[in-house]
C-alpha cells in the first residue's frame, strides 16, 4: 500500500459548496483583518516618530535654557557685585 493509494481517495471525494464558502470568507476575513491590523502598526508608527522628533526638539530647547540661564546667572552676579550709583 503506497501514499497514494490512501490520498487518492480522499482527493476523491466532493468538497461540500458550504464548506468551501466558509473556507474562502474566513481566508478573506484574516486577509482584512491583516490589512486593519498593518495600517494600524503603520499609523502607530509615524506617530512615534512625531513624538520622537518633538522629545529632540524639547532636549534641544532644555539645553538652550540652561545655557540662558547661566548667562542670566553671571549677569546678575555683576550687577549685584557692582557698586551703586551715586554711592560714595
Not at 21 to 48: D, H, N, P, V
Not at 70 to 75: E, Q, V, W
Amino acid at each position: 500500500m503506497t501514499l497514494s493509494d490512501i490520498v487518492q481517495p480522499a482527493l476523491d471525494r466532493k468538497l461540500p459548496a458550504a464548506l468551501v464558502a466558509a473556507f474562502l470568507l474566513q481566508t478573506a476575513g484574516a486577509l482584512f483583518w491583516a490589512g486593519s491590523a498593518a495600517e494600524r502598526i503603520a499609523t502607530l508608527e509615524r506617530s512615534t516618530v512625531a513624538d520622537q522628533q518633538a522629545l529632540a526638539r524639547v532636549a534641544v530647547l532644555e539645553s538652550q535654557i540652561a545655557t540662558i540661564r547661566a548667562s542670566l546667572d553671571r549677569i546678575e552676579t555683576k550687577l549685584d557685585t557692582r557698586p551703586a550709583r551715586g554711592a560714595p
